[in-house]
């Protein structure tokens, strides 16, 4: 019998997919979140000239990039539980993973902004008298964090894009409420395009925020 698309079975589903595409961006958000205060600290610790915290930052970077996302999931879900005694909700370990696995990728990319800027803008932040933790915050992180808004963005969309993995621990997210319309209706084309469909509609939304917010910040740092 010859497939027949049926878009009034996409129509249907939209709704149904609700729920899960608000998880989606809660689990994004809370875990971009984190994940960018753990690539700050670390990615301070990559340029740190205290070697335990650098070979800390750097043990922490390599051992999260080194390691798939899916394998950290389980972990945290079904191997942490067993070590401490303590069982993680599925949407914790999710928010979790989230964090910290962008959180190495994010501080690679502070370590490399920050070393971006002219180490003229320090010497010359030390001159006027600014301590080397003044002229961090005032001189050097605006200058870097510009830099860093187009690779966090890049950063952003795999993470949103991620959360489907956590479908192996069964988080009720967008992925995870396709597989559940799909095992009643059976309809598996129209679903998946659907969720194809949505979260291409939030990576795009994303990126266009992105891109507004810094050509905001171009506009006022030219002035």
Known sequence: MAFQFKPEVMLDTAPLLWDGIELTIIITVLGLVFGFIIGTLVGLGRISRNRLCNAVAVSYVEAIRGTPLIVQVMFLYFGLPLVLGIRIPPVTAGVVAIAVNSGAYIAEIVRGSIQSINTGQMEAGRSIG???????????????????IPPLGNQFIISLKDTSLLVVIGVGELTRQGQEIIAVNFRAFEVWLTVAIMYLCMTLTLSQVLRMYERKLNARTSR
Do not use: D, E, N
């Open 130 to 148: 600014l301590t080397h933790l003044q002229t961090m915050l005032y001189i050097i992180w605006p200058q870097a964090f510009k830099r860093m």
